[in-house]
Structures are given as structure tokens and as C-alpha cells.
């Protein structure tokens, strides 16, 4: 059977609601395929626009939730990320890419798993962009119980470099939800709006994450702010009581070059979603990946608290708590070093600000006064002569 046919096939057995009989609690497991077509080149890298596929599972137990994934596009055999609830565990196996280094340069690597630890529960849109888009299709009920609006954690920011670093900080966009009627009240419709506003660092290569972000307007006509991105559902079917979406997109949207009005935008990624099967969570199953070897760990959950320490890199056997990571000599040497580099980055900044502020006096001294005086000059020599 084609793809396509297999697809159809799908879809009828779920939109039939052959498992509608069950009566299970909102833990559930939802199975699929994604496509994500780039119509733009996203980093600038000088690569062509590409059509890309996957497969995903992500299981939902009321606000916490874990994503599994796979991509065509990479040189990872999988991608894993989860919560507790207070902390987001992503894990990457590059088990496949390991071998084949391995057998190209005869050496032994002992790292096949790398991972990242965030602060919270909502996905990183910077270190794994497909996991907004499923988590807002399908692990946002919880979420959006508690959170009304009107700003909310967007599923990507227009700043594709500090997407990461936007979400760490708790920047939301405003959103237009839609709810399904039906439990556990999934979005229908969710459409971002960017709300005009620029943020960057001045200087990322001396300033990142030691001096403040910069905020301006954007240029117009988008200063007023412009459709960030939309997430649709398009159909959905009765799992044991609960709508579940079975088909949505997802389109993100940034401004065009010369842009004269703020509708004048352009696609940057259209994904499409696709499930083919819905299951009960077992109850054993954890919302934390598991780490069952050595993992590289970049951890950043203390990279938006006080006091700050950002990317703290370590290899253990597991996930390491909150305590364990503040005990490790690493951690302690890199307070010391977040301290010393912020001064730094202040001395830096003062040291460029203040030619700046020269400049103008010297601006007012050769241009402004001689200008002034020049005027004065003129005005007087005219009542001089109106006088006579």
C-alpha cells in the first residue's frame, strides 16, 4: 500500500473512532508522521529550501508530558525530551554517527548520547524546533487551563539565533487561542502575533547572557507587530471522549525584504502532522527520558535564576537534581567565571559607550556652535541693517 493510501487508511479507522468505547484518563499516547517544508533558508546558511520527514510519539499524563522523535535531516538516531515538571530533560542519541567516525578513524568514542537540561516544562523552540509544534498540538490542555492569555510560550520566535535564549528568559507573544469543546480542550486554532518588538544582544560575541538584551521597535511597518505563526487543526477524532487532533499544520511566518504593509509576510516553515494510532499511557512509563549510559550534559536551569550560571557541561549516568549540580567543582567555577566575564562585558560596553558620548560633544563643539554663532551672526547683521 502507498504512503498516501496508508494514510487514508488511518485516518478512516480513527475518524471511525474505533477505540470511542474506552473510557481511559487524559494519559495518552499519540503516534505519527510530520513533514516540515522550509521555504526559506531558516539560517542563511546557503542551503537550498528541502522537504523533511518524520516520526514522533508523545505521551501525555495531565501537564506532563515526553516526545520522541526522528527527522530525516540529521545525523541523530533519535531525539528525546521530557519533564517533571519543574525541569526539561532532552537527551540526542548520535549512536549511528559515533559508529560510523569510529570506523572512518579507527578511535573509540565513549559519548553516544548528549543532553540538555532547561528550567520548566514548556519546550525549547531554540534547541528542538519541531517539539512546540506537537506540544502545542497535542500537550497543551494542562497549559492552557492555567494560562488564559493573552501572551503565551510561542512556538518560534522570528530571531531564529536567540530562540533558545528568548525562552529561557520567559518571553511570550501574544495569541489567539481556540479550544476544542471536547476534553482534554486541545487548541482547534492558535494564531501568534510577533508584538513589535526587536530583541538581540548588541554585541553577541562579548554580551551574550552577561549584559541585558537590547529591545527596539522593529522597522515598519511591522512595529505595531505582524502574524508570527498559525497552528490548524484540521481534523480530529473521538478517543474514548477526548477530541485528539489527527491531521493539523502549522505555518511560521516572518517579514519580507522592503515589506510596505504587515501582511506582506513570508512562509518560513509549514509543517504537517499526521497520527496513526492513539493508545493509553502505560502507568509506568516516566515523562523523563531515560539515561541508561553516559550523557554529556549542557545544563541550563540555572541560566535565568540567581545566582546565574549558564551551560554548565558535565558527563554523568544520569540526571543530575538541582543539589547534585551545585555540588560539582564545575559549577562553582563557572559562578566564578559568569562573575568575571560580566565585568568584563560592563567595562567593555562603558569603554565603547564613551567615544559615543564624545563624539557628540564634538558634534556640538565643530558643528552645532559654528552654527549657532553663524545664525546669531546672520540675525544680527539683518536688524543691523533694517536699522539703518
Not at 530562540?163 to 494564531?191: C, D, F, K, N, Y
Not at 509506568?284 to 549542557?298: G, K
Request: net charge neutral; hydrophobic share 40%; proline share 6%.
Amino acid at each position: 500500500m502507498c504512503r498516501h493510501g496508508i494514510k487514508i487508511f488511518w485516518l478512516l479507522i480513527l475518524m471511525l473512532g474505533v477505540a470511542a468505547d474506552v473510557t481511559f484518563g487524559i494519559d495518552y499516547k499519540v503516534e505519527g508522521a510530520f513533514t516540515i517544508e522550509e521555504s526559506h533558508d531558516l539560517y542563511n546558511s546557503g542551503y537550498d529550501p528541502k522537504t523533511i520527514t518524520g516520526n514522533f510519539s508523545i505521551v501525555v499524563k495531565g501537564g506532563l508530558w515526553k516526545l520522541r522523535w526522528s527527522q530525516s535531516n540529521e545525523e541523530i538516531d533519535y531525539q528525546e525530551v521530557g519533564t517533571d515538571g519543574a525541569n526539561l530533560y532532552t537527551v540526542r542519541s548520535v549512536a549511528g554517527f559515533v559508529h560510523h567516525q569510529e570506523q572512518v578513524s579507527g578511535k573509540h568514542s565513549a559519548n553516544e548520547l548528549t543532553g540538555r537540561v532547561d528550567e520548566g516544562y514548556l519546550p525549547n523552540p531554540g534547541t528542538s524546533p519541531v517539539a512546540p509544534v506537537l506540544w502545542w498540538t497535542f500537550a497543551s490542555a494542562s497549559y492552557l487551563d492555567t494560562n488564559s492569555g493573552p501572551r503565551f510560550a510561542p512556538i518560534w520566535y522570528p530571531e531564529i539565533l536567540y530562540s533558545a535564549a528568548l525562552h529561557t528568559m520567559g518571553i511570550e507573544l501574544p495569541a489567539q487561542v481556540v479550544r476544542a469543546s471536547s476534553p482534554p480542550g486541545l487548541p482547534h486554532t492558535v494564531v501568534f502575533s510577533d508584538d513589535g518588538i526587536k530583541r538581540e544582544w548588541r554585541n553577541p560575541n562579548s554580551a551574550l547572557w552577561l549584559l541585558p538584551m537590547e529591545q527596539s521597535n522593529r522597522p515598519k511597518p511591522f512595529d505595531k507587530g505582524f502574524t508570527n505563526c498559525i497552528l490548524q487543526v484540521l481534523s480530529s477524532t473521538n478517543w474514548g471522549g477526548y477530541e485528539i487532533p489527527i491531521q493539523s499544520e502549522v505555518r511560521t511566518f516572518s517579514p519580507k525584504p522592503k515589506a510596505k504593509v504587515a501582511t506582506d509576510l513570508e512562509c518560513r516553515c509549514h509543517y504537517s502532522v499526521f497520527v496513526t494510532n492513539i493508545v493509553k499511557a502505560a502507568d509506568e512509563i516516566s515523562t523523563v527520558p531515560q539515561v541508561d549510559s553516559a550523557i554529556y550534559t549542557a545544563d541550563w536551569r540555572f541560566a535565568n535564576l540567581q545566582p546565574q550560571v549558564i551551560g554548565v557541561g558535565y558527563l554523568a549516568k544520569k540526571w543530575l537534581s538541582d543539589d547534585e549540580v551545585r555540588r560539582l567543582p564545575l559549577y562553582t567555577n563557572a559562578l566564578g567565571h559568569m562573575s568575571d566575564m560580566r565585568k568584563q562585558a560592563i567595562s567593555r560596553e562603558a569603554t565603547m559607550a564613551a567615544p559615543r558620548r564624545g563624539g557628540k560633544w564634538i558634534l556640538f563643539i565643530f558643528v552645532a556652535l559654528p552654527a549657532l554663532w553663524w545664525g546669531l551672526y546672520m540675525r544680527s547683521t539683518s536688524r543691523n541693517q533694517m536699522e539703518t
